[in-house]
Protein backbone atom coordinates (compact mmCIF):
# COMPACT_ATOMS: atom_id res chain seq x y z
CA UNK A 1 0.00 0.00 0.00
CA UNK A 2 1.43 3.10 -1.04
CA UNK A 3 0.90 6.68 0.93
CA UNK A 4 0.60 8.76 -2.27
CA UNK A 5 -1.72 6.64 -3.94
CA UNK A 6 -4.17 6.65 -1.08
CA UNK A 7 -3.34 10.85 -0.91
CA UNK A 8 -3.60 11.13 -4.32
CA UNK A 9 -7.45 9.10 -4.11
CA UNK A 10 -8.36 11.15 -1.00
CA UNK A 11 -8.06 14.12 -2.86
CA UNK A 12 -9.90 12.83 -6.22
CA UNK A 13 -12.26 11.64 -3.91
CA UNK A 14 -12.39 15.54 -2.25
CA UNK A 15 -12.91 16.85 -5.59
CA UNK A 16 -15.36 14.27 -7.07
CA UNK A 17 -17.79 15.19 -3.98
CA UNK A 18 -17.36 18.67 -4.42
CA UNK A 19 -18.28 18.19 -7.62
CA UNK A 20 -21.49 15.99 -6.78
CA UNK A 21 -22.03 19.06 -4.44
CA UNK A 22 -22.55 22.65 -5.26
CA UNK A 23 -19.35 22.87 -7.11
CA UNK A 24 -20.78 20.65 -9.87
CA UNK A 25 -23.99 22.59 -10.94
CA UNK A 26 -22.69 26.71 -9.66
CA UNK A 27 -19.02 26.17 -11.62
CA UNK A 28 -19.36 23.59 -14.21
CA UNK A 29 -22.33 24.13 -15.78
CA UNK A 30 -23.67 20.77 -15.04
CA UNK A 31 -27.43 19.56 -13.03
CA UNK A 32 -27.53 17.55 -10.09
CA UNK A 33 -28.25 14.50 -11.83
CA UNK A 34 -25.26 14.59 -13.60
CA UNK A 35 -23.13 15.96 -11.26
CA UNK A 36 -23.94 12.97 -8.85
CA UNK A 37 -22.90 10.59 -12.43
CA UNK A 38 -19.83 12.17 -12.43
CA UNK A 39 -18.75 11.54 -8.93
CA UNK A 40 -20.00 8.13 -9.10
CA UNK A 41 -18.42 7.42 -12.49
CA UNK A 42 -15.00 8.71 -10.34
CA UNK A 43 -15.42 7.11 -7.05
CA UNK A 44 -16.70 3.56 -8.99
CA UNK A 45 -13.99 3.41 -11.77
CA UNK A 46 -11.17 4.19 -8.68
CA UNK A 47 -12.45 1.51 -6.80
CA UNK A 48 -12.18 -0.65 -9.88
CA UNK A 49 -8.77 0.76 -10.84
CA UNK A 50 -7.13 0.13 -8.15
CA UNK A 51 -8.22 -3.99 -8.21
CA UNK A 52 -9.53 -4.78 -11.93
CA UNK A 53 -12.42 -6.85 -10.60
CA UNK A 54 -14.71 -6.66 -12.78
CA UNK A 55 -17.79 -6.85 -10.11
CA UNK A 56 -16.29 -3.64 -8.95
CA UNK A 57 -17.87 -2.36 -12.20
CA UNK A 58 -20.94 -2.52 -10.16
CA UNK A 59 -19.45 0.64 -8.18
CA UNK A 60 -20.97 3.42 -9.94
CA UNK A 61 -24.20 2.39 -9.79
CA UNK A 62 -23.63 1.86 -5.66
CA UNK A 63 -22.41 5.28 -5.30
CA UNK A 64 -25.06 7.25 -7.89
CA UNK A 65 -27.70 5.29 -5.60
CA UNK A 66 -25.81 6.80 -2.45
CA UNK A 67 -26.39 10.39 -3.71
CA UNK A 68 -30.38 9.79 -3.64
CA UNK A 69 -31.51 10.12 -0.20
CA UNK A 70 -30.74 13.96 1.21
CA UNK A 71 -29.04 15.61 4.03
CA UNK A 72 -32.33 16.14 6.36
CA UNK A 73 -31.74 19.48 7.01
CA UNK A 74 -28.37 18.79 8.92
CA UNK A 75 -25.77 20.64 7.32
CA UNK A 76 -25.77 22.82 9.63
CA UNK A 77 -24.21 21.06 12.59
CA UNK A 78 -25.88 23.85 15.31
CA UNK A 79 -23.96 26.70 12.96
CA UNK A 80 -27.65 27.92 12.05
CA UNK A 81 -29.62 27.66 15.11
CA UNK A 82 -30.45 23.94 15.16
CA UNK A 83 -29.37 21.41 17.74
CA UNK A 84 -25.63 20.16 17.22
CA UNK A 85 -26.36 16.97 18.73
CA UNK A 86 -29.36 15.80 16.69
CA UNK A 87 -27.88 17.44 13.21
CA UNK A 88 -24.48 15.29 14.18
CA UNK A 89 -26.61 12.15 14.56
CA UNK A 90 -28.63 12.58 11.02
CA UNK A 91 -25.34 13.15 9.73
CA UNK A 92 -23.52 10.30 11.17
CA UNK A 93 -27.27 8.03 9.47
CA UNK A 94 -26.26 10.18 6.13
CA UNK A 95 -23.11 9.45 6.27
CA UNK A 96 -23.58 5.27 6.78
CA UNK A 97 -26.10 5.61 3.86
CA UNK A 98 -23.25 6.85 1.47
CA UNK A 99 -21.30 4.10 2.40
CA UNK A 100 -23.77 1.08 3.01
CA UNK A 101 -24.15 0.44 -0.86
CA UNK A 102 -20.51 0.64 -2.05
CA UNK A 103 -19.49 -1.48 1.28
CA UNK A 104 -21.82 -4.09 0.46
CA UNK A 105 -20.14 -4.42 -3.42
CA UNK A 106 -16.93 -4.29 -2.26
CA UNK A 107 -17.99 -6.77 0.65
CA UNK A 108 -19.45 -9.54 -1.97
CA UNK A 109 -16.33 -8.62 -3.95
CA UNK A 110 -14.27 -10.41 -1.15
CA UNK A 111 -13.04 -6.75 0.58
CA UNK A 112 -13.30 -5.96 3.76
CA UNK A 113 -14.58 -2.49 3.53
CA UNK A 114 -14.07 -1.33 7.54
CA UNK A 115 -12.11 2.03 5.97
CA UNK A 116 -15.56 3.12 4.10
CA UNK A 117 -17.26 2.55 6.84
CA UNK A 118 -15.20 4.00 9.48
CA UNK A 119 -15.19 7.09 6.80
CA UNK A 120 -19.34 7.01 6.90
CA UNK A 121 -18.74 7.45 10.85
CA UNK A 122 -16.52 10.20 10.57
CA UNK A 123 -18.84 12.33 8.27
CA UNK A 124 -20.51 14.48 11.28
CA UNK A 125 -16.81 15.42 12.10
CA UNK A 126 -15.53 16.19 8.88
CA UNK A 127 -18.40 18.29 8.38
CA UNK A 128 -18.11 19.73 11.56
CA UNK A 129 -13.95 20.25 10.52
CA UNK A 130 -15.50 22.38 7.96
CA UNK A 131 -16.88 25.34 9.94
CA UNK A 132 -13.76 24.99 12.76
CA UNK A 133 -10.93 24.68 10.42
CA UNK A 134 -9.85 28.04 8.87
CA UNK A 135 -9.65 27.59 5.05
CA UNK A 136 -9.41 30.49 2.86
CA UNK A 137 -9.36 28.30 -0.47
CA UNK A 138 -10.90 30.14 -3.84
CA UNK A 139 -14.67 28.68 -4.63
CA UNK A 140 -14.90 27.30 -1.25
CA UNK A 141 -16.92 28.76 2.04
CA UNK A 142 -16.49 28.27 5.45
CA UNK A 143 -18.60 25.19 6.59
CA UNK A 144 -20.49 22.76 4.26
CA UNK A 145 -18.41 23.45 1.10
CA UNK A 146 -14.84 22.87 3.42
CA UNK A 147 -16.86 20.08 5.19
CA UNK A 148 -18.09 18.54 1.86
CA UNK A 149 -14.28 18.53 0.42
CA UNK A 150 -13.06 16.52 3.62
CA UNK A 151 -15.69 14.31 3.78
CA UNK A 152 -15.05 13.16 -0.03
CA UNK A 153 -11.40 13.12 1.02
CA UNK A 154 -11.94 10.44 3.60
CA UNK A 155 -14.13 8.69 0.96
CA UNK A 156 -11.27 8.55 -1.41
CA UNK A 157 -8.98 7.86 1.04
CA UNK A 158 -11.51 4.92 2.28
CA UNK A 159 -11.63 3.50 -1.09
CA UNK A 160 -8.17 2.96 -1.66
CA UNK A 161 -7.38 1.77 1.72
CA UNK A 162 -10.49 -0.88 1.09
CA UNK A 163 -8.92 -2.11 -2.23
CA UNK A 164 -5.49 -1.83 -1.48
CA UNK A 165 -4.80 -3.49 1.84
Known sequence: ???????????AGGLLFRIRGGLGGRKLGTDTSEARAL?????GLMGWGFSRNSWLLLLPSAWFASCLPGWFGALGLGH??????????????????????????????????????AAGVLCPLAYEAGYRIPLKITGLTQG??????????????????????
Open 80 to 117: DGTSWGEDAAWLLLRGLMWVALPALVFWDCGFAPWPLI
Open 1 to 11: MSAPVILAAAL
Open 144 to 165: PEIGEAIFGALLGGATALTVLR
Open 39 to 43: FALGM
